[in-house]
């Protein structure tokens, strides 16, 4: 009797687009892909920074296995993951320094630096919780996105100082964090509106 191979882990695949992922991203900003000319907007970090995410919103509307796959993951986990984003101390620093202008550091850095704290009492204390905690995450995951998408429409709207973003090892940011961390809060609202991840057991309030 032959025996079926199984299919390759369905996290081992994910894992493996995101390291090619940052890959790509490192070999780009090493090869000055994401550098603009002067007083000209910052097109290739645009892209860079919007098109994974909306890959990912297509999928969820588009591909059942892909939201199947979604709401198995562990919503902690993925709560988790935002921890992260206290690397925006690096924003502050460079602003201290005068290598990135305030209107761009001082809320992408923050804000950044809010979200990175809270994600691992949000992962502890929130998510599993009632009613509250359901409506408690998804107020913390909408701030985390618009703290994202406020950063990168800053940083492509006001390209003057922007230099050190278009370059290693900044250009990681707005290549793969940003876009990655973005497609994880997205993720997670729609795996925290299944049923069973908080007590009232309520999908998507």
Do not use: C, K
């Not at 892909?33 to 969820?60: C, H, M, Q």
Request: aromatic share 8%.
């Amino acid at each position: 009797m032959v025996q079926t191979l199984p299919y390759p882990s369905t996290r081992l695949i994910p894992a493996v687009l995101v390291v090619a992922w940052f890959g790509v991203a490192l070999a780009a900003g090493a090869a000055g892909v994401f550098a603009s000319p002067p007083d000209a907007p910052p097109t290739a970090i645009g892209l860079a920074a919007a098109v994974p995410p909306l890959v990912v919103i297509g999928l969820l509307l588009t591909s059942m296995r892909f939201r199947d796959w979604v709401r198995s993951l562990d919503l902690r986990f993925l709560t988790l993951l935002q921890t992260w984003r206290v690397a925006g101390l690096a924003f502050l620093a460079l602003f201290a320094v005068g290598e990135l202008p305030a209107r761009f550091a001082l809320p992408a850095g923050l804000g950044d630096v809010l979200i990175g704290l809270t994600a691992p009492l949000v992962a502890v204390y929130v998510v599993g919780g009632g009613r509250w905690a359901r409506r408690t995450y998804v107020g913390w995951t909408v701030l985390g996105i618009a703290d994202l998408l406020l950063a990168v429409s800053l940083g492509v709207t006001s390209p003057e100082g922007m230099d050190p973003m278009a370059a290693l090892p900044m250009s990681l940011v707005p290549t793969f964090g940003v876009p990655l961390t973005l497609a994880l809060h997205v993720i997670s609202l729609v795996n925290a509106s299944q049923r069973g991840q908080f007590a009232d057991g309520r999908p998507g309030e």
